[in-house]
């Protein structure tokens, strides 16, 4: 008979006389004081002769499961440390019956010690002597106070404090920490003012946009909610997230780039939209100071074209990318890594060709730290486009390559299907060639590996196709 249910110390003492002994599991009924007296009496085993050596993580392990409420934790535990006093590579066994069952209790002991460690809440008794009492209330699923009492002493040595629980308390005062019988709720205060700085401070904290109910109520099981204080504001909450997610993007402020402003006292105005323009550095110098749409607002800076002045091909992207946005130079982001690689497989060299975008600075959402990219619209597009004629004007290239609908519309000034445009040699006015294809950053998003393959394939060939048109 075991007096005390959990206690490690008083199972192992009466194991250890029993396999000193011989004792086999199935000859020992184990029972505790509260289920009344046995029909064979309660004889005491024998105290041990020889001494009983046993696996170092299983004694720890039977030091932790010894608090689960499975009433036939006792005889199990005793089964398995029997079994592995005769198969030194039980525990390695993990489909084994007992093996298995014994991982699961302990999983289950560490997790209700964690929810412990989480969900106590002191409440204040008072002071004396300069050192102030608190109290708490607690209800495991399992007899854990005795793994868990020893993390409040380390964590709040300088106060004198008492923790309850249906089975057992622990109390750490004169720097003793001392055990004693269970209690009731009624035994801890309900409230003070400790707890309603922690619940309006609870509530500063909560963000209704990153709700996840069932993630919450698995690291907060429901079960607890009625011993803590910051759970009747919960529901509350709740209720009102998605209010204030919808006033949090109404009053919410897109930020430019810090860089911005710096970018822009470094580029003199000297320049306005003429037809004065008769150089690239000229363009560049310009371009760096148009206003003429709002996405400079937010940019960090204007992204012009690079490449020869003489280039035969142009290649015509979308926009600059966040990569692009914050170096100052066309296709350097993951996406511009895609497109270096196939102009590599198609023979053509990056550096003969002159590489730019329809619009010329960078359209992005705001989303937390980073900066998601944002189609440009029609209108945005077409604005730009004197800046990218003006390119064309300068380059007078033999053959453009666009990349994407966007790239297509700013060229063509039309809005029209890649699909459609794709495969066939078209010819602009004055004679210059157009080869539609996709944009690179289409590659980066196809989850399919087949298919990504397949049209990274296709977009080699259309450059080239065009390596083949310029020469």
Not at 441 to 450: E, I
């Amino acid at each position: 008979m075991l007096a005390r249910p959990g206690d490690f110390a008083e199972w192992r003492d009466a194991a250890r006389a029993l396999l000193a002994g011989g004792v086999r599991p199935e000859d020992v009924s184990w029972r505790t004081a509260d289920e009344g007296a046995s029909l064979f009496g309660d004889a005491a085993p024998a105290a041990p002769t020889t001494s009983v050596t046993l696996p170092r993580e299983l004694v720890a392990m039977t030091n932790r499961v010894i608090c689960h409420r499975d009433a036939a934790v006792s005889a199990r535990l005793y089964r398995i440390v029997w079994r592995a006093l005769r198969d030194r590579q039980l525990l390695a066994r993990r489909t084994d019956p007992d093996i298995d069952w014994l991982s699961k209790a302990e999983k289950a002991i560490r997790r209700d010690i964690h929810k412990m460690h989480a969900f106590v809440r002191f409440r204040r008794l008072g002071e004396e002597a300069g050192r102030e009492s608190f109290a708490a209330w607690f209800e495991p699923d399992h007899r854990i106070l005795r793994l868990t009492a020893p993390f409040f002493q380390r964590r709040f040595y300088g106060m004198d404090w008492a923790i309850v629980t249906p089975d057992a308390r622990a109390i750490w005062t004169d720097e003793k920490l001392i055990y004693g019988p269970g209690g009731t709720k009624g035994e801890v205060p309900d409230s003070d003012v400790v707890e309603d700085q922690w619940r309006t401070y609870y509530g500063a904290i909560f963000n209704p946009a990153r709700v996840k109910i069932a993630a919450m109520r698995a690291e907060m099981p429901k079960k607890h909610w009625k011993n803590l204080p910051e759970a009747q504001d919960i529901a509350p909450l709740l209720a009102g997230a998605a209010a204030r997610v919808e006033r949090m993007r109404e009053t919410a402020v897109s930020l430019a780039n810090p860089q911005t402003d710096k970018w822009r006292t470094r580029v003199p105005e000297t320049l306005a939209l003429t037809d004065e323009i008769e150089t690239l550095d000229e363009l560049a110098r310009a371009v760096g100071g148009c206003t003429r749409c709002t996405l400079h607002c937010h940019a960090t800076q204007a992204v012009v074209g690079e490449g020869p002045s003489a280039a035969r091909i142009m290649l015509v992207g979308e926009q600059p990318g966040d990569r692009e946005d914050l170096e100052g130079r066309p296709f350097v982001g993951p996406a511009g890594q895609v497109l270096g690689e196939a102009l590599a497989e198609a023979g053509l060299d990056r550096t003969s060709l002159f590489l730019t975008n329809a619009v010329k600075h960078f359209k992005y959402e705001p989303r937390g730290k980073r900066r998601l990219h944002q189609n440009p619209t029609t209108g945005e597009i077409d604005i730009c486009r004197w800046w990218l004629d003006k390119e064309r004007a300068l380059v007078q290239p033999d053959l453009i390559v666009t990349l994407g609908g966007s790239a297509l519309r700013g060229v063509t000034g039309k809005s029209m299907g890649v699909m459609s445009m794709r495969g066939v040699v078209h010819e602009l006015a004055g004679g210059t060639k157009l080869v539609a294809t996709i944009h690179p950053s289409f590659l980066l998003r196809l989850p399919d590996r087949a298919r990504a393959a397949e049209e990274r394939a296709a977009f080699v060939a259309d450059l080239a196709l065009a390596r083949k048109l310029a020469a």
